[in-house]
């Protein structure tokens, strides 16, 4: 196979400017420049300009991994976002949302999928927590998150969504799944339905779990006898 190259860049690619690199070409110092890329007062406006212009003309990108080196708390801006599968619409929907109000407030997102795997949960959680994100975002598969006290301990945010943890107090938000259920056999019924099927995902998930306990206590509520409705369906050619 023949290579080509491109002669006119060098092997080793050309150097990233620098912030030395943006304080020389607007002529200020490089504590005015960290400045004004940290958004801390003290900067006049016309001062601001100049290193804005020599950013955009260096094309400089500032590195956020050194700097929050450098932070007094530590911070590092990104948040991990562990979901059941990505390329799942909902988990889409709900990773573009958090990213959306992420990236506003400056803060990065760096996301996962689980897929129903407990290993992977705690292998992807733990990747995420080595490189310092400043919070959890959880949608969890296993059912024991006792493993993460001492991260709670050692003083990190984390949200579990769509499902509770297990063995771990935290902040949760979900969906009332059973009441959901419920109301969407109430609706069928008051249209004249009997014969209501159901389609569900794994008992051992917990969002499942509760909406077939919706499923079921609805149509007892409504007097809609569960066995004979199924007997009816499996019947049915």
Do not use: C
């Not at 990236?103 to 129903?116: A, D, N, Q």
């Not at 006792?146 to 709670?152: A, I, K, P, Q, T």
């Amino acid at each position: 196979m023949q290579t080509f190259t491109n002669p006119g860049k060098k092997s080793g690619g050309r150097p990233r400017p620098t912030m030395r690199d943006v304080a020389a070409l607007a002529r200020v110092s490089v504590t005015t420049v960290s400045r004004v890329i940290n958004g801390e007062p003290g900067v006049s406006a016309h001062l601001a300009l100049r290193v804005g212009a020599a950013i955009e003309q260096l094309n400089y990108r500032h590195n956020l991994t050194a700097s929050s080196l450098r932070r007094a708390d530590g911070r590092s801006a990104t948040i991990g976002v562990v979901l059941e599968y990505i390329a799942n619409p909902f988990d889409s929907m709900l990773h573009r949302a958090i990213e959306e109000f992420a990236i506003k407030r400056g803060v990065l997102v760096l996301g996962g999928s689980v897929e129903e795997d407990e290993v992977r949960e705690r292998e992807l959680i733990a990747a995420l927590a080595s490189r310092r994100v400043d919070g959890l975002v959880i949608m969890p598969a296993g059912h024991d998150h006792s493993y993460l006290l001492n991260e709670r301990i050692a003083g990190m945010p984390m949200v579990f969504l769509d499902r509770p943890p297990a063995f771990l107090d935290a902040d949760t938000v979900m969906t009332d799944n059973l009441e959901g259920v419920r109301r969407g056999v109430r609706h069928l019924v008051s249209h004249g339905h009997k014969r209501i099927g159901y389609i569900g995902d794994l008992l051992t998930i917990t969002t499942a779990q509760l909406r077939v306990e919706g499923y079921r206590a609805e149509l007892q509520a409504q007097g809609i006898d569960l066995s004979r409705l199924t007997a009816d369906l499996y019947a049915t050619p």
